[in-house]
């Protein structure tokens, strides 16, 4: 019973591994011959030979029959929006890379990796603390999900990766016999099977240091990725496997790259344009692809950094991923000045056969090549650098597809990509040239041999990428510059991880998409757990109320419609409770020092809204400061004050202006209905209801607000007082995250946010969001349609955290939005700016909508920096579009209605502990950081500085 | 930054123009002329092979076979194809593996294989086997009364 149990094991192993031998028949044949006298078994199984190269894998050392191979992992380098210098930087230093490993073979491999969409909604789930509850009958969280995962799946986007495998040895007869004899070495000496690897120890950490510096960044590839690498290329061409083998603890034997050969197999007919792989494990088992792999031909001279595009990066721009594999041998310089003298003689020699045996014009190419020589010689033996050393290269690339007719469509597009600088040829022999793509596989044959410098092959940099965002967050879309790469970006990791500030600007012209993106951005977020106040002075946003998932949790509120005071300067500034100091050092003292400062703050932003409303004559006067500053002084910073009770403190003002004072009053009086958002009524404070709303939309609609690029001194009285609600509305915003517990993800948007620079306290407001931005864990969206509105606000680029740059007309315009994505200027990216997402061709007399997703360029703010195309066209998020769609259609039913206040009594606000007057020393350095001294001239020059004026009837 | 390659110093057409002041009216590279002599060469051994004598006609033919098809090869290589390239790569196309369209195997089959119910056994002499019975019987009749164990009923 055991006796043939243990039969049948043998045969099943034989099995496995009869795969890839050259006869199994013959084999089985002998081990069945010799069952009687084999009993103990092992010695009958059939020894394994790979029908690859490469015979062990240990760490990233790769071991085939005749040479070892370090490989390594490189990093991505970002391309796009760097300025030339720094892009000429990166080639130098990957060349001087490459110089190092002279007389050394490079195997280079790019592959590519499909997103892992799993593994994004994988961490976006465990991202989204305290989500939204689900509404019945309406998206639920889990399809919202799904549907994500949907659209990306619709897509081919694939992330690339890319290795090196260098050359560290060859090996030696001595080698091989040792490893043919480990296992049983192993038991006698077991300190002989490793010394081979061990003697390599210095020179693989001499390569480690080489390729890990700056430039190619490479680190040793795990095993994980070396499983991957191998994967990928024996079963080239085919989907990415779904679940790859279980990686091994410990060094890979030649029995187990069977994992990896025996997932496919190739084979082609006699000169066939393809080659065939067809899958037989896994999930690929029974798939078949035609790969055509193709090399790169004669090339003309390039202006990488400045015209063209890293020359293997621009295959990224294929739709389907393309695989590369190039072989690289950097020639030892003495080498190549021999080969150049053999080359000079013969171009002389022919030469003279041409003149002086036949009498004949030699023709121009001799001529032309006599001088490449001499420019040859030259570099490499002119300055220090290495950077004229040559390589000898031979590079393939390969495309795939379902059938033979698509590949070779592909193949042919990419012809036409590379056309006319590069020329791309199609060989014979696809089944040899298919094998190089295989670590450890020689060179089939030499033909199409690329020589050049190391400066040369630097310039493919094919680790080049468009990696912006990061990989948890929600899916903003993809990036359209070389590379297709989807972009998720979460707006809780700056302050999170990296503890940079919250703060975004978004800059767009008209129609550019900004409440689009803005809009998708709030609600994806809101889906994730995050909570939002908006304020949208024109009031389209306030759409995303009536989404039927968000109605419960949503409440819009139109500023002008609402409770009177509502916009109490002294109520819209929060006043600290001293449970948010209790991590400080001194909560009492923290605590008392941002009362000052709140106090001071109030009192800043009433003087400059009460400014802002005097007519201009009389505000620039300084009396009126004067006066205005101490009635302001009088009532103080509580938070319980009105602007009502400054008018009372002007008139009673029993200074040497109390005449200017009683008339500053007057005049402000008049305005009083006007203000009436500003004042509370008697015993009606709308403060004392507390709402907890997921989604707050301020809207202000029919306020009048000044026109773009019109001076203040030409605003109207009516636009005057619209510039300082909408300031009023912004700090009530800013408000808003001191009401929720600090760790809680918040986010502000406030739309039209030029008034920012307009008004004295914008910067205040500035101040307060970035500092605040982190500690409580807010995300502050700010967007215009003019940069240099955020440019004016003194030290604003400094605080931004990240950017998101929609189209622009003006050039003026461009050149400052590039300033805040801190993207070189005059570098030729203002183009990029005007092109965003403008549809190629006339569309002058288009009658149909434009409705191609709108692009946006975006700088994340951990240095990634790209053109990215919105992408919320996802059927689950149709109701999303329709809400978001802030186009006027005639035809279009009904427009939606702005929502009204609907104060509900959940429970009252607990009071804040009564104001008591702090310290003095406190209270004056909070005025020291407001500007809010006594000291008039400042005031005053302030005032003239803003150059108020009034202009025209109210 | 201008990047070229070097390729264009490698790509000298050496060619052999003919003896000094006598001119060819044909430009013929260096490996021309030497697969020229190879094709000749095989072209004149294969005129043997097949009987043809050596003549002027038979050789006249042997050199227009021998242009034609020096043409034929020249075509195809050039300095990105250098002649062992190509013909490593033909080598590589007559043996990479082809489809295998023909079935090895097939459904398995037990039909061949003889199944008895029982394994042979050693054959025991007579002696043996009448010692076997006696043994039998003896501990048969002999079972001793176990303690604690019930012994069956004798029939």
């Known amino acids: 019973m055991f006796g043939r149990r243990r039969d049948r094991d043998r045969r099943s192993a034989q099995h496995i591994a009869q795969h890839a031998a050259a006869d199994p028949r013959e084999r089985d044949r002998a081990a069945y011959s010799k069952r009687g006298r084999r009993l103990p078994g092992e010695q009958a199984v059939p020894s394994y030979t790979p029908s690859i190269a490469a015979r062990s894998i240990d760490g990233h050392l790769l071991r085939t029959g005749q040479e070892v191979y370090a490989w390594y992992r490189l990093a991505p380098q970002r391309w796009s929006f760097r300025s030339d210098s720094q892009r000429q930087d990166l080639i130098a230093a990957i060349a001087g890379q490459y110089a190092e490993l002279q007389g050394r073979w490079m195997h280079l491999r790019v592959t590519t990796r499909p997103y892992p969409i799993r593994m994004w909604a994988e961490a976006h789930v465990h991202n989204a603390v305290k989500r939204l509850p689900d509404t019945p009958g309406t998206l639920s969280f889990d399809d919202y999900m799904i549907g994500e995962q949907q659209q990306l799946m619709g897509r081919s986007m694939a992330e690339k990766e890319v290795y090196l495998g260098v050359q560290v040895q060859t090996r030696n007869m001595m080698d091989r016999a040792v490893e043919r004899a480990a296992p049983v070495l192993r038991k006698v000496f077991p300190d002989a099977v490793d010394a081979e690897l061990v003697a390599l120890d210095s020179e693989v950490e001499h390569l480690d240091q080489v390729i890990g510096s700056a430039g190619l960044e490479g680190r040793p590839a795990t095993a994980e990725e070396m499983s991957w690498l191998m994967h990928r290329s024996c079963s080239l061409g085919l989907p990415a496997p779904r679940n790859l083998p279980a990686v091994p603890g410990a060094a890979w034997e030649p029995e187990d790259l069977a994992s990896f050969t025996d997932a496919a197999d190739f084979h082609q007919e006699p000169y066939s344009p393809t080659v065939t792989v067809r899958g037989r494990t896994g999930s690929n088992a029974g798939i078949k692809r035609h790969v055509a792999v193709l090399t790169v031909g004669l090339m003309h001279g390039l202006q990488i950094p400045e015209v063209d595009d890293p020359w293997v990066q621009r295959a990224d721009r294929l739709p389907a991923s393309v695989e590369w594999s190039a072989r690289i041998y950097v020639r030892k310089p003495e080498e190549v000045s021999g080969e150049l003298s053999r080359q000079m003689s013969k171009v002389r020699s022919q030469v003279r056969h041409y003149t002086d045996e036949h009498e004949l014009e030699p023709p121009q190419s001799l001529a032309r090549q006599a001088g490449r020589v001499l420019e040859i010689d030259d570099e490499m033996t002119s300055g220090f650098t290495a950077l004229g050393t040559r390589v000898r290269s031979w590079w393939r690339l390969a495309v795939s597809g379902p059938t033979e007719r698509e590949a070779l469509r592909l193949a042919q597009s990419l012809l036409e990509l590379y056309k006319p600088k590069i020329a791309i040829e199609h060989p014979e022999a696809q089944y040899a040239i298919a094998r190089e793509f295989i670590p450890g596989e020689p060179l089939s044959n030499g033909a199409y041999l690329r020589r050049g410098s190391v400066l040369w092959a630097a310039s493919a940099v094919p680790t080049a990428t468009a990696e912006v965002g990061d990989r948890r967050g929600i899916l903003l879309g993809e990036t359209v510059t070389a590379t297709r790469r989807p972009v998720a970006w979460d707006p809780w990791m700056a302050q999170e991880l990296r503890d940079a500030s919250g703060l975004t600007a978004m800059v767009a012209g008209l129609g550019a998409g900004k409440s689009f993106l803005g809009g998708g951005m709030v609600y994806k977020t809101l889906r994730a757990g995050a909570h939002w106040t908006l304020l949208d002075p024109s009031g389209p946003l306030s759409a995303l109320c009536d989404l039927p998932e968000l109605r419960p949790y949503a409440r819009p509120i139109n500023l002008l419609n609402a409770q009177p005071g509502i916009l109490n300067p002294y109520r819209v500034v929060a006043e600290p409770m001293i449970e948010h100091f209790l991590d400080e050092d001194d909560p009492e003292r923290a605590w008392r020092r941002e009362k000052a400062l709140a106090a001071a703050t109030r009192r800043r932003l009433v003087l400059d809204v009460l400014t802002g409303l005097l007519p201009f004559e009389v505000a620039r006067l300084p009396q009126t400061r004067i006066v205005l500053l101490r009635a302001v002084r009088t009532v103080g910073g509580r938070f319980d004050a009105h602007p009502g009770l400054v008018f009372e403190a002007l008139r009673r003002d029993a200074s040497e202006h109390h005449e200017h004072a009683v008339v500053v009053a007057d005049f402000l009086d008049e305005m009083r209905e006007r203000m009436s958002l500003l004042i509370p009524e008697e015993d009606h404070d709308p403060y004392n209801e507390v709402r907890d709303d997921r989604l707050t939309v301020l809207t202000m609609a029919g306020l009048n607000l000044p026109k773009d690029g019109v001076g203040r001194e030409h605003w109207t009285d009516a636009e005057s007082l619209g510039v300082e609600m909408l300031n009023l509305a912004a700090w009530l915003t800013q408000r808003s995250i001191y009401e929720k517990p600090k760790d809680q993800r918040k986010g502000v948007w406030i739309d039209e946010a030029f008034f920012l620079s307009e008004v004295p306290t914008g910067r205040v407001l500035m101040n307060r969001f970035a500092r605040d931005s982190r500690k409580w864990n807010v995300r502050v969206l700010l967007s215009s349609q003019i940069p240099a509105d955020f440019l004016k606000i003194q030290g604003f680029v400094a605080l931004l955290d990240s950017v998101f740059v929609g189209r622009l007309d003006d050039d003026q315009a461009q050149a400052d939005a590039l300033r805040l994505l801190k993207v070189p200027i005059a570098a030729g990216y203002e183009q990029v700016v005007a092109s965003l997402g403008r549809r190629p061709g006339g569309e002058r007399t288009a009658t149909e909508r434009d409705r191609a997703p709108r692009q946006f360029i975006f700088g994340d703010g951990a240095g990634g920096v790209e053109r990215i195309r919105i992408d919320f066209s996802g059927p689950h998020l149709e109701h999303l579009r329709n809400a978001l769609d802030t186009t006027p259609d005639a035809k279009r039913g009904n427009a939606n209605g702005n929502g009204e206040l609907v104060p509900t009594d959940e429970h009252a606000a607990a009071q804040p502990p009564a104001y008591v007057p702090d310290e003095i020393d406190d209270e004056l350095a909070a005025d020291m950081e407001l500007g809010l001294t006594e000291d008039e001239a400042h005031l005053v020059g302030h005032g003239d500085g803003t150059n108020r004026h009034h202009g025209g009837a109210a | ?155």
């Open chain 2, 1 to 155: 930054m201008r990047v070229r390659t070097d390729d264009e110093v490698y790509r000298v057409d050496a060619v052999w123009l003919g003896p000094p002041k006598a001119t060819f009216p044909w430009r013929a590279r260096y490996v021309a002329w030497g697969v020229g002599i190879v094709v000749f060469l095989v072209v004149l051994t294969i005129e043997r092979q097949m009987g043809i004598g050596f003549g002027f006609f038979s050789t006249a033919w042997a050199l227009v076979a021998t242009i034609i098809l020096t043409r034929f090869i020249t075509q195809r290589i050039s300095h990105e194809r250098p002649l062992t390239a190509v013909m490593s790569m033909w080598v590589r196309e007559l043996t990479a593996p082809r489809e295998r369209t023909a079935s090895s195997g097939g459904a398995a089959s037990a039909a061949r294989i003889r199944v008895s119910p029982q394994r042979p056994r050693p054959k025991l002499s007579k002696k043996q086997r009448a010692r076997q019975q006696a043994q039998r019987r003896t501990s048969a009749s002999r079972k001793k009364e176990v303690r604690g164990v019930r012994t069956p009923a004798r029939p």
